[in-house]
């Protein structure tokens, strides 16, 4: 079982930035994948970024070259770096987790955490 505990959202006006946490409840050497994912109003959930137990990273094409995942191994946290953000990033913002263990896969998700942008 993994808790995922996100912080560090909030309001911005555009062109600011942002960063989000994501604590694990357990060692992130025992999760094979982390990352961020987020959902907006009337719109589906979609994957923003990723970073896999061997450090390749994935984006979202929305926000490549503006966001960055990353994460501190001695605090079990994996962050997200959000710079020039703009009004269409608003959304909740939900960190997730993936265990694989044998031919099984868990997931697990943190509660949310709201990023509004607006002036």
């Known amino acids: 079982q993994v808790q995922l505990v996100e912080s560090g959202g909030g309001l911005v006006q555009p062109g600011g930035s942002l960063r989000l946490s994501c604590a694990a409840s357990r060692s992130i050497f025992s999760i094979n994948a982390m990352g961020w994912y987020r959902q907006a109003p009337g719109k589906e959930r979609e994957l923003v970024a990723a970073l896999t137990s061997g450090s390749n990273t994935n984006y979202a094409d929305s926000v490549k070259g503006r966001f960055t995942i990353s994460r501190d191994n001695a605090k079990n946290t994996v962050y997200l770096q959000m710079n020039s953000l703009k009004p269409e990033d608003t959304a909740v913002y939900y960190c997730?987790?993936?265990?694989?263990?044998?031919?099984?896969?868990?997931?697990?998700w943190g509660q949310g955490t709201q990023v509004t942008v607006s002036s």
């Open positions: 997730y987790a993936r265990r694989v263990v044998g031919a099984e896969e868990y997931d697990y």
